[in-house]
């Protein structure tokens, strides 16, 4: 059996690269969004964030990636940086995992992915955003079509993981929506809505495959 599912996953890396792992379970292969390396939490992480921040609101053309990971935030310095975003031009990368992201900040990132069209990656893993907040997030994607990575798991309320069965399943069925994302994470506890989003994400890079070599 594990002969075939390699076979199979072999199949699949040649398709998709590395967009996609196989789930090695006895009793099925199951498609999911590659799990990149986790965050490192004890990693001290100098930036400048003030310093930063300004580069970003002065659309400095030198600042293409903005790694604020491992820096605890206030809600105001988290506003400030989604604000900056909302005109800026030169950043495609944004990473704020374990920045202390919470509810209150995910309407400035809702403002910022509706209007920003050169962010291609967000990361906001280990957060502290609830699930009814995780869904607003995916749901304003429907308009997005530079995004192509985005990284939500291991959001934490109250010690526990933030999103139910009804959470997910409204992730997957607001993801149907958007056709750029070609990554996406999130701690799925729910069979059903991960399949779906698996499928969704497979025809992105679908898409995506198409446009590269010219057919769509």
């Not at 530079?146 to 291991?154: G, M, Q, V």
Request: glycine fraction near 4%; charge should be negative; charged fraction near 25%.
């Amino acid at each position: 059996v594990r002969d075939i599912i390699l076979s199979i996953s072999s199949g699949i890396n040649a398709e998709y690269g590395d967009h996609f792992f196989v789930n090695m379970e006895p009793s099925s292969v199951v498609l999911a969004a590659k799990v990149e390396q986790e965050v490192d939490m004890t990693e001290v992480n100098e930036i400048e964030v003030e310093e930063t921040v300004a580069q970003i609101k002065n659309n400095d053309s030198s600042l293409t990636t903005c790694c604020f990971n491992n820096v605890q935030m206030d809600t105001e310095m988290v506003d400030s940086i989604t604000s900056a975003m909302v005109r800026n031009t030169s950043v495609t990368k944004l990473e704020m995992c374990n920045c202390g992201v919470v509810d209150a900040n995910i309407e400035g990132f809702i403002t910022m992915l509706r209007s920003n069209k050169t962010l291609t990656s967000l990361s906001l893993e280990t957060n502290k955003i609830a699930g009814k907040f995780l869904v607003e997030l995916i749901k304003c994607l429907d308009t997005n079509e530079t995004i192509k990575e985005l990284r939500i798991a291991n959001q934490k309320c109250l010690q526990y993981y933030s999103t139910g069965v009804g959470d997910e399943m409204a992730i997957a069925k607001a993801l149907d929506k958007n056709s750029s994302l070609c990554k996406f994470s999130l701690n799925w506890k729910n069979g059903g809505s991960r399949n779906t989003a698996d499928r969704i994400i497979m025809r992105n890079n679908d898409l995506a495959r198409k446009k590269r070599r010219g057919l769509a």
